[in-house]
């Protein structure tokens, strides 16, 4: 994204508001989400004023949580020059030493695709994002946007992962990481290694912050991402360390 396009102000923007629906995090919750207007077009500078808000993408939406009453749904990101891998993670990194990297469009891949397919079967039956489908794919991870890249993560030319990120002016934003699931493979803890990898990247590109998207504290799937230290977190418009 270039830094020398005009930022629309975002009172200027338009945007809805969903029904309430059942909350994909906490159980027995409902949920309303902040959508931009779709027929906004996400232009340089307007992504980055609204991830600066605590909005994400998802396929060719930008939306928050706008929940009456709740705000578990917390915005997270990572100052790289600030981070410290801990044991763990150092040890995660050694033990993926022999994975290579290519960052490539967010176009669709058959193969890609499959890889995805296997990793909702196997690791997410239960949540609502099964069944898989080309469709649900393709609206969810592909952008024909030039901020909207793909990290690909082969073995032995084999290609066990992928992460979609965004290349914003800001930094970079993780938007969903899924990989090669087996006994093997789980041992390398592929994910964790996702992020390691796009810190290092953020880090080459000389962006300031990695954004994680929402964290809550209730919710245990989102617990890795306190690892990252230090994580600041979005209070109102501003963003502090979390602290504990």
Same mark, same amino acid.
């Given at each position: 994204?270039?830094?020398?396009t005009p930022r629309r102000p975002v009172r200027d923007l338009r945007f809805f508001l969903?029904?309430?629906?059942?909350?994909? !995090?906490? %159980?027995? $919750? +409902?949920?309303?989400?902040? @959508? *931009?207007?779709?027929? &906004?077009?996400?232009?340089?500078?307007?992504?980055?004023?609204?991830?600066?808000?605590?909005?994400?993408?998802?396929?060719?939406?930008?939306?928050?949580?706008?929940?009456?009453?709740?705000?578990?749904?917390?915005?997270?990101?990572?100052?790289?020059?600030?981070?410290?891998?801990?044991?763990?993670?150092?040890?995660?990194?050694?033990?993926?030493?022999?994975?290579?990297?290519?960052?490539?469009?967010?176009?669709?891949?058959?193969?890609?695709?499959?890889?995805?397919?296997?990793?909702?079967?196997?690791?997410?039956?239960?949540?609502?994002? !099964?069944? %898989?489908? $080309? +469709?649900?794919?393709?609206? @969810? *991870?592909?952008?024909? &946007?030039?901020?909207?890249?793909?990290?690909?993560?082969?073995?032995?030319?084999?290609?066990?992962?992928?992460?979609?990120?965004?290349?914003?002016?800001?930094?970079?934003?993780?938007i969903y990481t899924f990989f090669a699931v087996s006994d093997d493979l789980d041992k390398?803890?592929?994910?964790?290694?996702?992020?390691?990898?796009?810190?290092?990247?953020?880090?080459?590109?000389?962006?300031?912050?990695?954004?994680?998207?929402?964290?809550?504290?209730?919710?245990?799937?989102?617990?890795?991402?306190?690892?990252?230290?230090?994580?600041?977190?979005?209070?109102?418009?501003?963003?502090?360390?979390?602290?504990?």
């Amino acid at each position: 994204m270039s830094s020398n396009t005009p930022r629309r102000p975002v009172r200027d923007l338009r945007f809805f508001l969903t029904v309430p629906h059942a909350c994909s !995090y906490l %159980p027995g $919750r +409902e949920a309303t989400t902040l @959508f *931009l207007d779709p027929q &906004e077009s996400p232009l340089p500078g307007v992504y980055d004023s609204l991830a600066l808000l605590g909005f994400r993408r998802s396929g060719r939406h930008l939306y928050r949580p706008h929940c009456e009453g709740c705000n578990a749904c917390r915005s997270v990101r990572i100052p790289v020059e600030q981070f410290a891998a801990n044991r763990t993670q150092r040890k995660i990194w050694r033990r993926n030493a022999d994975i290579s990297i290519r960052v490539v469009p967010a176009h669709f891949s058959a193969q890609h695709y499959a890889l995805y397919a296997d990793y909702i079967r196997l690791r997410h039956a239960d949540g609502d994002m !099964y069944p %898989p489908s $080309r +469709e649900q794919y393709r609206t @969810f *991870l592909t952008l024909d &946007e030039p901020y909207a890249q793909l990290l690909e993560m082969y073995l032995n030319d084999e290609l066990v992962g992928v992460a979609a990120f965004d290349h914003l002016e800001l930094g970079l934003s993780a938007i969903y990481t899924f990989f090669a699931v087996s006994d093997d493979l789980d041992k390398r803890s592929l994910g964790t290694f996702a992020i390691l990898q796009l810190i290092e990247l953020t880090k080459e590109k000389t962006l300031p912050h990695l954004y994680l998207g929402y964290w809550i504290e209730e919710c245990r799937k989102m617990r890795y991402k306190q690892a990252f230290t230090p994580l600041e977190v979005l209070d109102g418009r501003h963003w502090r360390p979390l602290i504990g």
